[in-house]
């Protein structure tokens, strides 16, 4: 994607002005909830600061020599750091390289430009090899740290990066948006409200496999409440699932469910026969489970715990 997205046009504005009057900052810190697009915006803006040949409202002109290495990813004066496949964690060895490259003029371009995402993927290691780069800047150089959880990061990082907001774009944007990436048999409303009112996310639900694995998960619920499916055997295989994803969806199929708004029809009766307070109870331990299921801990046991308390609820 060369371009930003609807909801962004206030922030590029922000920054065509600092651009313009040469006062970019050396270190930002771009936060706001998933699947809002703040890596999409990091990398047009990287696009842009590295231009050679600029237009006058400071976006990248897409046909110099630098946008050219830029889209070919060989940009030598560009670097994108993220968690290796299957890691949650950024090498240690990334940073410091980067680091190290940082401290050499650019090459083609008049300044150095990192995008570092997720920032909240660094350890402690990495943090501290990132910072002193961070104390002492290079005047040539642009760092951004993309997070949807900046309290994450360590205190320091935050405070010597210039922190800049993504807030959720409204309903109407999302939805206005969504409408024009996804087919016509695809329900836009069903898919930003799995992905709570997140564009990008939404979009990423929409794909048929995910559409189907969130309509079983429903139907297995379902069955664990009328006692036809082992809460066991279920958490095995949502485990071998992305656990933050299935947990979001399990959420937002619950809240779903109670109010009515779930196409089983079964669902809404069947929840009527349980205490409400029960379920906003094991609504409020699914948000915990959230939170655990993005650190270590054994990720089968933890759903075998919140689908066995599920089922006895029958």
């Known amino acids: ?13 922000g920054f065509q002005q600092r651009i313009s009057q040469k006062r970019m900052p050396h270190a930002l810190l771009l936060y706001g909830p998933e699947g809002t697009g703040k890596d ?3 990398r047009f803006l990287a696009k842009s600061l590295l231009c050679s040949q600029p237009d006058k409202t400071g976006e990248a002109c897409g046909s110099c020599p630098s946008c050219n290495l830029y889209e070919a990813e060989t940009h030598p004066d560009f670097s994108y750091l993220e968690p290796e496949d299957g890691k949650s964690v950024l090498a240690v060895g990334l940073v410091r390289s980067m680091v190290e490259e940082l401290s050499y003029t650019p090459q083609i371009s008049a300044r150095k430009v990192v995008v570092l995402n997720p920032a909240e993927s660094m350890n402690r290691s990495s943090a501290n090899s990132l910072l002193k780069t ?17 309290a994450k990061l360590l205190p320091t990082i935050r405070s010597r990066c210039q922190q800049v907001a993504f807030p959720q774009p409204s309903a109407e944007d999302a939805t206005s948006w969504l409408r024009g990436q996804l087919d016509d048999q695809v329900e836009v409303d069903v898919v930003l409200g799995l992905a709570e009112g997140a564009p990008l996310r939404a979009l990423a639900l929409s794909d048929s496999d995910n559409l189907e694995h969130y309509n079983e998960m429903g139907r297995e619920l379902l069955d664990l409440l009328q006692g036809r499916a082992n809460p066991i055997k279920v958490a095995y295989r949502w485990s071998k699932h992305n656990p933050t994803t299935t947990l979001r969806w399990m959420q937002q199929w619950l809240v779903a469910a109670i109010r009515g708004r779930e196409p089983l029809s079964l669902i809404s ?9 029960k379920l906003f109870l094991f609504h409020d331990k699914i948000i915990e489970a959230i939170a655990l299921s993005t650190t270590p801990i054994n990720k089968e046991l933890l759903f075998d715990g919140l689908l066995l308390e599920w089922s006895r609820f029958r």
């Open 269 to 277: 009766q069947t929840l009527r026969q349980i205490d409400q307070r």
């Open 40 to 42: 999409i915006f990091s």
């Open 134 to 150: 961070l104390e002492e800047p290079s005047g040539d150089t642009v760092i951004m740290l993309v997070t949807h959880n900046p």
């Open 1 to 13: 994607m060369n371009t930003i997205l609807p909801w962004q046009h206030d922030i590029w504005t």
